[in-house]
């Protein structure tokens, strides 16, 4: 028996509940799969709580990431609609220091346009301007676990520490555990990738901005109104989970060098997290303990950028196993 899971038989059990876990979920219990949803924390103690979660690809590859990156964007564009979801549609600007052809992900975004570095702060050679979505995390995961409860399917407290027994208690399990899947699954291609944020009082700023800061560190701010994510730091293998002020006063001092009107900005305080990087993405079917196991993990920077495309081809391979001769659903 799995610590705090009562032996009920499911056909989809879906463990972890960040952003991965939570559209698994969703997608799947809007196409009428009966699904259940555990996790050691509850969304609002995951990684993807403190995520920036600005529509764009970083620290990722997968063959599908573009299909993927579509299809979740055009679900955030209908859920930008409504105010509660915490997803806006705004625009901003990436900034390179050396010459690079402009990504074609990015000429495919509303509103796109190359821009005059005269315009840009010092040392930045070019750019481009576009719209996208930005979200801010933890209203979105509050907005996903409610339309989970609306569709009759709880976040569940229970922890999980073998997906071969796991896959005992469910026909199909569905494992978005991000970078605990490399202890999960024996995995030592994905590891964690340690993120840190500062959020600090906004003094004016409407548009995001990422740009490479001296260092070679991306620099980004991101607007949520009256606060401000200033970001940030991507440390391979790092697994500190407590802010590290020294690295705190970096990221802002960078961005200060490049945005003056942050000096002297309150801080509010920081977020600190831990990306499952992987390459490539593991998005498969396996065969587990007399079971079945489909992997949905290691989205690096992009998880909230793939991950309601990633879940469309989960649901796809969920639906597969379940029309097979005698497996069940319910």
């Known amino acids: ?55 764009e690809p970083y620290l990722v590859e997968h063959p599908d990431q573009d299909r ?20 806006r549609i705004v625009s901003g600007v990436d900034a390179i220091r050396d010459p690079r052809p402009v990504p074609d992900w990015a000429r495919a975004m509303p509103d796109f346009a190359e821009i005059d570095p005269a315009g840009l702060p010092d040392g930045f050679v070019g750019g481009w301007r576009f719209s996208t979505a930005l979200i801010d995390m933890p209203v979105y995961l509050g907005f996903l676990t409610d339309r989970l409860a609306a569709l009759g399917v709880p ?78 730091s991507a440390e391979k293998g790092a697994d500190r989970p407590e802010p590290d002020e020294r690295l705190g006063r970096e990221i802002l001092a960078r961005a200060v060098a490049m945005f003056p009107e942050l000096a002297g900005a309150q801080v509010l305080g920081q977020r600190v997290g831990f990306r499952p990087y992987r390459t490539p993405i593991r998005v498969e079917h396996e065969e587990l303990g007399g079971g079945h196991v489909i ?17 469309e081809d989960v649901a796809g391979l969920v639906r597969e196993l379940l029309s097979r001769p005698g497996a069940g659903r319910g």
């Open 295 to 311: 992997h949905n993990y290691g989205h690096g920077g992009a998880g909230v950028t793939l991950s309601w495309g990633s879940a």
């Open 1 to 55: 028996m799995l610590a705090g899971m009562a032996a009920e038989q499911t056909p989809v059990l879906v463990v972890g509940a960040g952003i991965i876990g939570l559209t698994s979920a969703v997608r799947l219990a809007e196409q009428g799969v009966p699904v259940r949803i555990v996790a050691d924390l509850p969304p609002a103690r995951t990684t993807s709580a403190v995520a920036g979660a600005l529509w």
């Open 155 to 232: 976040v569940e407290h229970a922890h999980v520490d073998d997906l071969a027994e796991a896959a005992g208690t469910a026909p199909v399990v569905v494992n978005c555990t991000g970078h605990r899947a490399g202890t999960l699954t024996g995995d030592d291609v994905v590891q964690p990738v340690r993120g840190q944020i500062v959020v600090v009082r906004n003094p004016g700023i409407t548009e995001f901005f990422t740009g490479t800061g001296d260092s070679g560190t991306m620099t980004y701010l991101l607007p949520h109104g009256d606060r401000l994510l200033v970001g940030g």
């Open 68 to 87: 993927w990156g579509r299809v979740a964007y055009r679900r955030f564009v209908a859920e930008a609609t409504d105010p509660a979801t915490g997803v």
